[in-house]
């Protein structure tokens, strides 16, 4: 963030409903978290903006809907509200939720796709045009299926070869806004991070012809999705509706919060969708004419306890078990500390109950009890000299890490700073020089006793953004009129 930054637009993926919450949202979702609340500590909470939500249209819902035997919209709202009650029960402070079904995303978009098709591309094309789209179409589904879904060269749910059909559709001329996106991405005025991202996406521009991308269907393939407004037989079909979403919710054109916070800040996505994100997204934008995010962040994928994530294996972990289990604070450090953002790497979930036994029960939580105890009894609850906000060189260091996306050696230089107050303590022993009677031992102890409850302090202010609750209940322990030990542990123990 350069220095004359005033606001902060931070997104999650609006995620599909296809699926429901697990802990690769939840990772999105807190790292999301994390910065807007780090954001609105340092520039005020008026001027961050963190938008998440749900992506509801396309084919598969529909399909799920009759599943479950429900009506799309119905079938939608169940599963969306899952995302926003998991969101709460994780305590993600995000500002908006936007829906893809809610009126007011499809009023917008509807608006959008008009005013793209009188647009002209960068060299004078029509952005949208009609054209053929041929694909592979199983009657038994009613709708076109992916080569890479068949098996032997047969649709797998009704074991049939797929006829191939032709349908009129419209189109986005992607290919003149290619040399654009490429100039702008080896630049860094849309920054992809981390660099190999970046790479892999100019690999993507640079060595293939990317083919326009469609932008309807027709509705008996795709029954759930925006009318085109042109076009009662077509519906929109998924990127420009779903990509939309992050101006649809600060009510692009006109509205106060499309003006105050566009262009996006920090755009947060899984590798799988970066192409959407990199490509498609700015050349919208682009079309449009409108300001590019800045930046692109991606995380790698994961594997839990070394192994891929899957239904068949039975390892898909709901974040509400998690919170359940630990509370919303827990569960965010327990996943922020396993791995630096954007590596492929794993969360080692059997290993939760250990990491939070020695992290957070005898490392912050024992270092509360031990100094708040000590000043109780050998200090009578005072310390000479109250904590009053300073340069906090931990603050600092930890505020580096998480503008660098390095949540995970954020943690680290906090638990750092966990074991250093401990070691001194213990070097300096309060217990044996509150049994001495002279003036410098005296001094001596009020001088270990105060040090270790300025560093609490810093320490859990550095800690806020990941652990808002647990971190306020330590501030409140230590600046109250007398510090007392907590009567219940902060971190109770797990056996
Ligand atoms: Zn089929």
């Not at 998440?52 to 429900?70: C, F, M, Q, R, V």
């Not at 498609?280 to 891929?308: Q, R, V, Y």
């Not at 827990?330 to 953002?341: A, D, E, N």
Request: overall charge negative; some cysteine; charged content about 30%.
């Amino acid at each position: 963030m350069n220095k004359e930054q005033n606001k902060i637009y931070i997104t999650t993926p609006i995620y599909y409903i296809n699926d429901r919450p697990h802990i690769g949202h939840a990772y999105t979702t807190i790292i999301a978290d994390v910065l807007a609340r780090y954001y609105r500590q340092k520039i005020g909470s008026d001027n961050v903006f963190f938008l998440t939500g749900t992506d509801e249209h396309g084919a598969k819902i529909s399909e799920s809907a009759i599943k479950y035997n429900l009506d799309t919209q119905d079938f939608a709202d169940m599963i969306s509200s899952e995302f926003f009650e998991s969101w709460k029960k994780l305590d993600i402070s995000n500002n908006g939720f936007i829906r893809t079904t809610s009126e007011k995303h499809k009023t917008i978009v509807r608006d959008i796709l008009l005013k793209l098709k009188e647009l002209k591309t960068p060299i004078g094309n029509d952005v949208l045009y009609e054209s053929e789209y041929e694909g592979l179409y199983c009657v038994g589904c009613e709708k076109y299926i992916l080569e890479s879904e068949l098996i032997d060269g047969k649709c797998p749910d009704h074991n049939r070869v797929p006829e191939k059909l032709k349908e009129k559709n419209w189109f986005f001329r992607l290919s003149d806004f290619i040399p654009s996106i490429i100039e702008k991405i080896k630049s860094n005025e849309i920054e992809v991070f981390p660099e190999t991202r970046k790479n892999e996406v100019l690999g993507i521009l640079e060595k293939q012809s990317l083919p326009d991308f469609s932008i309807s269907r027709s509705i008996k393939s795709v029954p759930w999705g925006i009318d085109l407004p042109w076009d009662e037989n077509q519906k929109c079909y998924v990127w420009v509706d779903a990509l939309s979403n992050y101006i649809t919710a600060l009510d692009y054109p006109d509205g106060e919060n499309f003006k105050k916070f566009w262009p996006a800040d920090i755009q947060l996505m899984a590798l799988e969708i970066l192409k959407f994100h990199a490509i498609f997204w700015p050349a919208i934008l682009m079309a449009l004419d409108l300001p590019l995010p800045k930046k692109l962040a991606i995380h790698g994928f994961f594997t839990i306890d070394d192994k891929k994530m899957s239904k068949t294996l039975g390892n898909v972990i709901n974040p509400n078990d998690l919170v359940e289990k630990y509370g919303p604070d827990v569960t965010k450090y327990l996943i922020l500390s396993q791995f630096g953002f954007g590596s492929e790497s794993d969360i080692n979930v059997s290993e939760f109950p250990a990491k939070y036994n020695a992290d957070l029960v005898n490392g912050l939580g024992n270092l509360v009890n031990r100094t708040t105890k000590m000043v109780e009894d050998y200090l009578s609850g005072n310390v000479y000299e109250k904590y009053e906000i300073r340069e906090d060189s931990l603050l600092e260091l930890v505020g580096e890490n998480i503008e660098c996306l390095d949540f995970r050696t954020a943690l680290i230089n906090i638990m750092a700073t966990i074991k250093l107050t401990d070691q001194w303590i213990d070097k300096d022993k309060p217990w044996e020089l509150s049994k001495l009677e002279d003036e410098e031992s005296k001094i001596k102890l009020e001088k270990v006793l105060n040090a270790s409850i300025v560093n609490l302090l810093s320490i859990a202010n550095a800690l806020k953004p990941f652990m808002p609750n647990k971190s306020q209940e330590i501030i409140d322990i230590l600046t109250a009129e007398k510090i007392v030990k907590p009567e219940f542990p902060l971190f109770p123990r797990i056996g």
